[in-house]
Structure formats: C-alpha cells, structure tokens
C-alpha cells in the first residue's frame, strides 16, 4: 500500500488559481499511476488528472484540459496538481490515489484523505 497526504485545499474565488499537494510515503510506487480525483456534493466521484510516475506521462479529463497541470518531484515523492482559472463548478472535495495497474477506477488502491475546494462566484 501507498500512503497519501494531500494538502492545499481552501476557498478561492473564480479565477483564481491553487496548487495541490500529495505526498506519497511507503511501498515503491514509481511503477505507479498516480491521479487526482474530485467529488461534488450528489455527484460520482470523477477522473481529473493523472501521471505516469516511471515516464512522467500525463492526462486529463476534458473539463480541465488546460487549465489544470499534474506534476511530481521525485525527490519530494510528491505530485501536484496545479489549478488555473477555477470555475464554481471545479468545487468539490478532491482526492490523490495511486493506481499499480492502469487509469481504470478500480485499480486505484491506495486514496488520500480529499481536501476541500470552493469557488465562489
């Protein structure tokens, strides 16, 4: 199992911009998809973003192509989730999970805690 600690949640107003933490800790996850999920009240939980740990490779759900980047600091084992341009409806709670297998749901193992990201109109 991989331990997750997120971290960089708040309320910010739209437009404006946060950066999300994830620090990774326990067994060697460089192998590892690692990915940003996000749940709005009522809502499934749904894909946001993730990378490729070994290749750096990422991917991005439509709704935040461009505005949102995934990054890591291997030296950190820390991956990030920069958010540009928030919208109202980029609130939500949102979760790090780390996937050995591929980007389906279900082989994410491993979750983060989820931190909390209003925007305000």
């Known amino acids: 199992q991989v331990q997750l600690v997120e971290s960089g949640g708040g309320l910010v107003q739209a437009g404006g911009s946060l950066r999300l933490s994830c620090a990774a800790s326990?067994?060697?996850?460089?192998?590892?998809?690692m990915g940003w999920f996000r749940q709005a009240p009522g809502k499934e939980r749904e894909f946001v973003a993730a990378?490729?740990?070994?290749?750096?490779?990422?991917y991005y759900a439509d709704s935040v192509k461009g505005r949102f980047t995934i990054s890591r600091d291997n030296a950190k084992s820390t991956v990030y989730l920069q958010m540009n341009s928030l919208k109202p409806e980029d609130t939500a709670v949102y979760y790090c999970?780390?996937?050995?297998?591929?980007?389906?749901?279900?082989?994410?193992?491993?979750w983060g805690q989820g931190t909390r990201i209003t925007v305000s109109s």
């Open positions: 999970a780390a996937s050995s297998a591929s980007l389906a749901l279900r082989d994410f193992g491993s």
């Open positions: 990378l490729a740990w070994n290749t750096g490779t990422t």
């Open positions: 326990g067994r060697a996850f460089s192998s590892y998809f």
